[in-house]
């Protein structure tokens, strides 16, 4: 082995692959995690039926070989519409977790870098925003714009603006005080630099079992606002107004009103147990402390 | 009074102005013409400019924030364009509901996550532990409109205990009763405690179980305190403070949860109130009550930090 391999920083982190598969909640998560992803690919090529399609003569119909689990009270395919409504959990997910990445990260990282006024604004700007819960948001919003899947996403992307605010900002400035940084600001890298090659590598690790922990959040609210009819409107199928829907139905169809519900419980028990099991495995002395 | 209970009663005035602001700004000045959306696109322009004089619509905006605002701090608020009242009578009226229900679920997710988090701290690493924080994991991800249903599914249509939602009413002259307005309010508070107080015996856990290795605990214990005096003397007081922090952050979700409760069980409080407010493009319903309820998250919030002081001394005399 030459010497310059010898010393080369190893690259990503080491043993990570190992620690996942010793770590039942890392495990457990990813799976129930890796069978939404699954669900929402699927169902981009492939669904029993057509989610929407309604069909009267065979509403209401017990799970059977041609309907895996049922119909409705539309004559539609409940499979069909799980399967479809992954699409929509992911989609709310990723835009309301990346909504509250860029800006959020963006600002707590300025916070941390710039302090004085700037950390002194953006932190009472976020705590400013954790009055405005993402219900109440998309109660205003959708009042004035009328409900929709964008409403909603909006409400609950800004309402995550503060939360990746606050952690960056925390992280950030951990890592400002450490030696390293001291040493890139006395050979005159700038602040956008030092953010750029030791501050957000640094922070990453936070940040990525932070948002999986939003995601599972994001999912939960848009579920909550499409049983409220704030959300996902007809004829998208949506986890959550399938439960208003089968709510109407309960005393003739009971199971209508179990399925969607698993699936959000399992999508969200997924997301959490695998930012506990990230958590766990990216910073190894909060795991023995737990 | 102390520097950081100033800064904080400053912190709670301002968070309060500037909510105002952004409230009356974005249901107010952004849609562009407010009569409109509140009549609907078939709307004749006489019906508009009638409407837009009812709603003091044809004065300055500043005009008419000094006025809602001024209004507001008196007490005073303008008619509901559906039903003809003043917001504040309607508020009240559903608030009958709405604050029993919120007192409910506060008091069961208190009550089961402080026995349940106890418990876990307890019993670290054991099966009872294991148990719980499997238990509270499951609860955390169950939404609670959901388990509302399912509650419902339950013990109105399988079991048929109680009816599947509606609010008989708190006096007899309204066709209940106390005890017919708590029977219809007890599934509901189930349903909003279990999330909240899933994440809360977590924290209740975490919390006991970081104050129970501190040198003072060890030194209790060698003085010769059963770990029971030990745990209620030194230990829970100073896990208070994590607890109490979450419990405010909680309290957000708790009226978020209620709202959407209140739907799920058909019951007349604000929840209810403000979804039909919008079914009914009535605005001025939906810009009360949401005040309404920003300020009451705002000043929660405010009295948890009072309370930080009174339990943890030190923080008063920090900033002092």
Same mark, same amino acid.
């Given at each position: 082995?030459s ?5 080369t920083r190893?690259?990503?982190l080491?043993?990570?692959g190992?620690?996942?598969?010793r ?5 457990v ?9 699954l669900a929402a ?5 492939w669904?029993?039926?057509p989610p ?7 509403k ?6 041609a ?5 409705d009270s539309?004559g539609?395919?409940?499979a ?5 409504g ?11 977790v990346g ?8 600002l ?7 302090r ?5 604004l953006v932190?009472?700007?976020?705590d ?9 948001s ?5 009042a004035i ?6 409403t909603?996403?909006?409400a609950i992307?800004?309402f ?5 605010a606050?952690?960056s900002?925390g ?9 390293y ?7 005159g890298?700038?602040p ?7 501050v ?16 599972a ?19 998208q199928?949506s ?6 829907e089968?709510?109407?139905?309960l005393?003739?169809a009971?199971?209508?009103a179990?399925?969607?519900?698993v ?5 969200v028990l ?8 990230l ?10 402390k737990? | 009074m ?7 009663l400053?912190?709670f ?12 700004t974005?249901?107010e ?5 407010v009569?409109?959306?509140m009549?609907?696109e078939?709307?004749?322009p006489?019906?508009?400019a009638?409407?837009e004089k ?5 004065k300055?905006?500043?005009q ?21 009242t003043?917001t504040?009578?309607?508020?009240a009226?559903r ?9 409910l679920?506060?008091?069961l997710?208190t009550?089961?996550a402080?026995?349940?988090g106890?418990?876990?701290? #307890?019993?670290h690493n054991q099966i009872?532990? &294991? ?6 994991q499951? +609860? %955390?991800?169950?939404p609670? /409109? ?6 419902i599914?339950?013990f ?11 609010f ?7 066709g209940g009763?106390l ?5 219809a309010?007890?599934l509901?508070?189930i ?13 209740t856990?975490s919390a ?10 060890r030194?209790?214990r060698a003085?010769?305190?059963s ?14 403070i994590?607890?109490l922090t979450i419990?405010g952050?909680?309290? #957000? ?6 709202? &959407?409760?209140?739907?799920v069980?058909?019951?007349? +409080? %604000?929840?209810?109130?403000? /979804? ?20 009451v ?15 943890d001394?030190r ?5 002092a």
């Amino acid at each position: 082995m030459s010497t310059a391999a010898a010393v080369t920083r190893p690259r990503g982190l080491p043993g990570f692959g190992a620690r996942a598969l010793r770590n039942p909640s890392f495990l457990v998560g990813a799976l129930l995690s890796g069978l939404l992803a699954l669900a929402a690919l699927v169902s981009l090529f492939w669904a029993p039926y057509p989610p929407a399609e309604i069909d009267i003569p065979n509403k209401l119909q017990a799970p059977s070989a041609a309907h895996w689990l049922g119909t409705d009270s539309l004559g539609r395919d409940i499979a069909s519409q799980l399967l479809v409504g992954a699409q929509n959990a992911i989609v709310v997910g990723l835009v309301a977790v990346g909504i509250g990445l860029l800006v959020g990260v963006a600002l707590g990282c300025l916070a941390a870098a710039r302090r004085g006024w700037v950390d002194e604004l953006v932190m009472r700007a976020a705590d400013f925003t954790f009055a405005f819960p993402a219900l109440l948001s998309a109660i205003m919003l959708g009042a004035i714009y009328g409900p929709g899947l964008l409403t909603g996403i909006l409400a609950i992307g800004i309402f995550n603006i503060p939360v990746f605010a606050r952690i960056s900002r925390g992280a950030a400035q951990a890592v400002w005080a450490r030696e390293y940084v001291l040493a890139s600001r006395a050979a005159g890298f700038g602040p956008w630099r030092i953010t750029r090659n030791h501050v957000l590598p640094n922070i990453a690790s936070v940040l990525i079992v932070q948002a999986t922990i939003s995601f599972a959040t994001a999912i939960l609210a848009e579920a909550a606002l499409s049983y409220l009819g704030l959300g996902t409107q007809p004829p998208q199928p949506s986890w959550g107004r399938m439960l208003n829907e089968a709510q109407t139905m309960l005393f003739q169809a009971p199971m209508l009103a179990v399925y969607p519900g698993v699936a959000i419980a399992l999508s969200v028990l997924g997301l959490n147990l695998m930012g506990d099991g990230l958590r766990d495995l990216l910073d190894p002395k909060l795991a023995r402390k737990r | 009074m102390s520097v950081f209970l100033f800064k904080r009663l400053f912190t709670f005035l301002a968070t309060l102005a500037v909510a105002s602001v952004l409230v009356f700004t974005v249901l107010e000045l952004l849609p562009g013409n407010v009569a409109q959306v509140m009549l609907g696109e078939t709307a004749t322009p006489e019906s508009i400019a009638a409407l837009e004089k009812k709603l003091g619509l044809d004065k300055p905006p500043l005009q008419r924030y000094a006025h809602w605002v001024g209004g507001l701090l008196q007490g005073r608020t303008a008619n509901s364009f559906s039903y003809d009242t003043p917001t504040a009578e309607l508020i009240a009226e559903r608030l009958q509901v709405t604050v029993p229900l919120g007192v409910l679920a506060m008091v069961l997710t208190t009550v089961l996550a402080l026995a349940l988090g106890i418990y876990a701290a #307890a019993r670290h690493n054991q099966i009872g532990d &294991v148990s719980v924080m499997a238990a509270s994991q499951l +609860g %955390i991800a169950i939404p609670s /409109f959901w388990f509302a249903i399912l509650l419902i599914l339950l013990f109105a249509v399988q079991l048929q205990w109680v009816s599947a939602g509606g609010f008989p009413g708190w006096t007899e002259d309204d066709g209940g009763g106390l005890l017919d307005g708590l029977k219809a309010l007890i599934l509901p508070a189930i349903a909003l405690a279990l999330v909240q107080a899933a994440i809360l015996a977590r924290v209740t856990r975490s919390a006991v179980l970081e104050v129970m290795r501190e040198d003072y605990v060890r030194t209790a214990r060698a003085k010769g305190l059963s770990r029971r005096q030990t745990l209620w003397r030194h230990v829970l007081r100073n896990a208070m403070i994590p607890v109490l922090t979450i419990m405010g952050l909680q309290f #957000a979700n708790l009226i978020t949860g209620t709202i &959407v409760v209140e739907n799920v069980f058909v019951l007349p +409080g %604000i929840g209810r109130l403000v /979804f039909q407010a919008i079914a009914n493009r009535d605005l001025v319903v939906v810009r009360d009550v949401v005040m309404g309820l920003v300020a009451v998250v705002v000043v929660v919030n405010f009295l948890v930090d009072v309370l930080y002081a009174l339990v943890d001394p030190r923080l008063k005399a920090s900033d002092a």
